[in-house]
């Protein structure tokens, strides 16, 4: 089960799911089996990014554009003209996500948020911007980095597109 048919199934099972910080809030917690606390553990960042996300936050599904920008956020990176810099960035990694397997809807929806992201001085980065991610969309993704980073090498999909 992936973190998008556990968020429904959680739902479907009477559970209300938020985000508070950096912690997954569900209720009633207390019934919640450990078999299903553990599911939520070892999907939290995924399901916290869906959960965050406008296109998924409302339904707890995916919508065919996960990565677009809400109406808010597109206003915010098309406030001002895309230097002929930005432009390249912009090229080069809708290039780079679509070498690693992403379909060119998501890789230039993905690169417009990374447009935002730079805009806005965040300076977090997204696995599938690392050196160190090997692999491809449908075989699975790995971190070369993954004792340095803290985290297990084998990284679910949802994970890559994460800050």
């Known amino acids: 089960m992936g973190a998008a048919d556990l968020l429904q199934h959680v739902r479907d099972a ?15 917690a207390s019934k919640l089996t450990d078999e299903l606390r553990a599911e939520l553990r070892a999907y939290k960042p995924a399901m916290m990014a869906m959960l965050t ?15 677009r920008l809400a109406q808010a956020e597109a206003d915010d990176a098309h406030a001002e003209p895309w230097t002929n810099a930005a432009c390249g960035r912009f090229v080069a990694r809708v290039a780079l996500f679509m070498r690693r397997g992403i379909d060119a809807t998501d890789a230039d929806d ?3 948020r ?19 991610l090997t692999g491809r ?9 993954a004792h340095a980073a803290g985290i297990a090498p084998d990284l679910p999909a949802a994970m890559v597109a994460l800050p």
Do not use: I
Request: glycine residues 12%; negative net charge; charged residues 25%.
């Open 14 to 28: 009477g559970f209300r799911l938020e985000v508070d910080g950096d912690k997954l809030m569900v209720s009633p």
């Open 110 to 112: 993905l690169a417009e």
């Open 137 to 145: 969309a449908a075989a699975g993704w790995r971190c070369g980095n």
């Open 53 to 67: 996300t406008p296109n998924t936050a409302q339904n707890g599904a995916a919508s065919d554009r996960p990565y």
């Open 114 to 132: 990374l447009y935002l992201r730079d805009v806005q001085g965040d300076g977090r980065v997204l696995c599938l911007e690392c050196l160190h």
